[in-house]
């Protein structure tokens, strides 16, 4: 039997329950980042955004779920469409990447200073190698919401409602306007919303859904873009209900951050969740 805990926290809503080896703790984060989009870490806190049309901010709130500070985005374009958020030492990358209808030909990643109060130093900007087609259409395999960072490269991973497949592109983190072509693919029949990189586990972490709204987590071990082949991909079914899950965060080898948007439920929701 499933069990369901519910308490008052920081007068924030928080519940834990657990099912088919998967314990999920939630709680609901201000409706200012309503359509939050990405993850990241950020002064012991976390970095999120708003996705296609919202403001170019970038929202800090802690684990407590309260925006402790917002950081504007200057010099560096519309947020087109936001999908996904990653980083390394130096530097934040945003993926202005979201192309639901594939009719985009201004695609994206902005290279933000952290040590500069995220100056925007530049663009990456990038279009698809085997994309002839512009028009305005539901199912296309030229749209991509997570991005991680992996040495000196980024990462797209695909949403593709034509294949269900996610491809990966790579990009290097220089600004400049380049061609991408896939150099792997992963069969998991759902969209990818997002995605995050443990360089010391070798661990990609991807969330998505289905076209029955089923939310999916999948854990890829032994990640290596020397030898893709050998990588292990897992998938779990999140049990959260009513969600559109749009970003994750590793924790550890089996516990992670997801957030999901809004999606009616009046407000958007952090989840903390562990495989057991």
């Known amino acids: 039997m499933n069990k369901t805990i519910m308490n008052l926290f920081f007068g924030l809503f928080f519940f834990s329950c657990s099912e088919e080896g998967i314990t999920i703790e939630r709680q609901f984060l201000p409706l200012k980042i309503n359509e939050t989009s990405g993850l990241e870490y950020y002064n012991d806190n976390f970095l999120t955004h708003n996705d296609s049309g919202g403001e170019t901010i970038l929202y800090e709130f802690n684990k407590e779920g309260k925006i402790v500070d917002e950081h504007f985005i200057e010099n560096c374009g519309e947020n087109n469409d936001w999908e996904d958020i990653t980083a390394d030492s130096k530097n934040i990358y945003i993926a202005n990447s979201g192309n639901n209808y594939g009719t985009r030909q201004n695609l994206a990643v902005l290279i933000l200073d952290k040590e500069s109060d995220f100056e925007c130093t530049g ?40 294949n269900l497949m996610t491809e990966l592109y790579t990009l290097p983190k220089i600004p400049g306007s380049y061609e991408i072509e896939p150099i792997y693919s992963y069969s998991v029949n759902s969209l990818i919303t997002g995605a995050d990189y443990n360089e010391e586990l070798k661990l990609v972490a991807l969330v998505g ?50 957030t999901s948007e809004d999606e009616g439920n009046g407000f958007p929701r952090l989840f903390k969740f562990k495989i057991m």
């Not at 089923?214 to 897992?234: A, P, R, V, W």
């Open 123 to 162: 663009q990456i900007q990038f279009k698809y190698k085997n994309q002839v087609n512009f028009e305005n259409r539901n199912r296309h395999p030229y749209d991509s919401e997570g991005i991680i960072s992996v040495g000196n490269e980024l990462i797209l991973f695909s949403k593709d409602r034509e």
């Open 209 to 258: 859904y289905d076209f029955n709204w089923n939310q999916y987590f999948y854990k890829i071990s032994n990640f290596d873009l020397s030898n893709m082949d050998q990588s292990i991909i897992e998938k779990f079914k999140i049990p959260v209900g009513k969600a559109q899950i749009e970003a994750v965060k590793i924790i550890d080898e089996s516990s992670f951050w997801i």
